[in-house]
């Protein structure tokens, strides 16, 4: 059974910084492409960043700029640096794994941009 496991999350003040992290315990790891959604409340769960087994990125229009996705093949674990956060930053970040055959998504970790 596939796990990952979100870490990170928190409150922080408009214009600051976090890190996101997901530990997956899955072999093969590196063959997966990892992403990064977040839902806020009352909307969809959208995309925010994914990476795939070959290292190539892909963002949201709203986080270009200011997050930055990567990954650990050694540690099995994907980051999500967000940086000059906004309010409007503020959901439940999932992170998810999926290949040609599987999808599986973390717990989900909360995090609130607010003075």
């Known amino acids: 059974q596939v796990q990952l496991v979100e870490s990170g999350g928190g409150l922080v003040q408009p214009g600051g910084s976090l890190r996101l992290s997901c530990a997956a315990s899955?072999?093969?790891?590196?063959?997966?492409?990892m992403g990064w959604y977040r839902q806020a409340p009352g909307k969809q769960r959208d995309l925010v960043a994914d990476i795939n087994s070959s290292g190539s990125t892909n963002y949201a229009d709203s986080v270009k700029g200011r997050f930055t996705i990567s990954r650990d093949n050694v540690k099995k674990t994907v980051y999500l640096q967000m940086n000059s956060l906004k309010p409007e930053d503020t959901a439940v970040y999932y992170c998810?794994?999926?290949?040609?055959?599987?999808?599986?998504w973390g717990q989900g970790t909360q995090v609130t941009v607010s003075s």
């Open positions: 998810t794994l999926y290949g040609s055959s599987v999808n599986y």
């Open positions: 899955v072999s093969a790891f590196s063959i997966y492409a």
